[in-house]
């Protein structure tokens, strides 16, 4: 260790032999996990959502291109960022419940909600395409299948990834009136 730097207990004890207060005493505190790491009231499933629904595009590029190329090792990646989008979907499903339960969202938006579960299930279909064998694993329906899916995710998801509703159409009730 170099004789210059010192501990916070050996600092204490130097300030505390000498007696010397025109030393100034810092301490360097760092604390990285002290604070939440989600708001409790913010919603968790759009943070699923997302990343799911860039995995389900990114099937689209992979099997176009296996369809130039030919080379098997893409539609591997595309069944291995199927499986990756359909796990974070289901996990992302699970987080809906839990936003409704703990009324972190107050309505859901039934259209969007009715896009997304589109998405999966045309998803969940094109998995199944691609667990065929060889070209036709990927040409022509699971590129179609890929391009639906796509499609349909940018769509819904170009005013963000939550299915809460942004203004409930529920009347509100004050807190005095609950009272």
Same mark, same amino acid.
């Given at each position: 260790?170099?004789?210059?730097?010192?501990? #916070?207990?050996?600092?204490?004890?130097?300030?505390?032999?000498?007696?010397?207060?025109?030393? !100034?005493?810092?301490?360097?505190?760092?604390?990285?996990?002290?604070? !939440?790491?989600? =708001?409790?009231?913010?919603?968790? =499933?759009?943070?699923? +959502?997302? !990343?799911? %629904?860039?995995?389900?595009?990114?099937?689209?590029? $992979? #099997?176009? $291109?296996?369809?130039? $190329?030919?080379?098997?090792?893409?539609?591997?990646?595309?069944?291995?960022?199927? $499986?990756?989008?359909?796990?974070?979907? %289901?996990?992302?499903?699970?987080?809906?419940?839990? #936003?409704? %339960?703990?009324?972190?969202? %107050?309505? +859901? #938006?039934?259209?969007?909600?009715?896009?997304?579960?589109?998405?999966?299930?045309?998803?969940?279909?094109?998995?199944?395409? =691609?667990?065929?064998?060889?070209?036709?694993?990927?040409?022509?329906?699971?590129?179609?299948?890929?391009?639906?899916?796509?499609? +349909?995710?940018?769509?819904?998801?170009?005013?963000?990834?939550?299915?809460?509703?942004?203004?409930?159409?529920? !009347?509100?009730?004050?807190?005095?009136?609950?009272?």
């Amino acid at each position: 260790m170099n004789r210059f730097f010192r501990t #916070d207990a050996r600092m204490e004890r130097a300030y505390s032999e000498r007696g010397d207060a025109s030393v !100034p005493r810092v301490r360097l505190v760092f604390r990285p996990f002290q604070g !939440p790491i989600s =708001h409790p009231g913010r919603p968790l =499933h759009p943070r699923l +959502i997302g !990343p799911g %629904a860039v995995l389900l595009i990114a099937v689209l590029a $992979t #099997d176009v $291109t296996y369809a130039k $190329t030919l080379l098997f090792q893409w539609d591997n990646f595309s069944i291995w960022l199927l $499986t990756g989008g359909l796990l974070l979907a %289901a996990f992302a499903a699970l987080a809906l419940v839990l #936003d409704v %339960a703990s009324r972190r969202i %107050a309505a +859901i #938006d039934w259209l969007r909600f009715s896009g997304f579960a589109a998405a999966v299930l045309l998803s969940l279909l094109n998995a199944f395409v =691609h667990s065929r064998d060889a070209y036709t694993a990927v040409v022509p329906e699971g590129l179609e299948l890929s391009a639906l899916v796509s499609a +349909i995710l940018v769509v819904v998801g170009w005013r963000g990834w939550s299915v809460g509703m942004r203004h409930s159409s529920r !009347p509100t009730v004050s807190k005095e009136a609950r009272s």
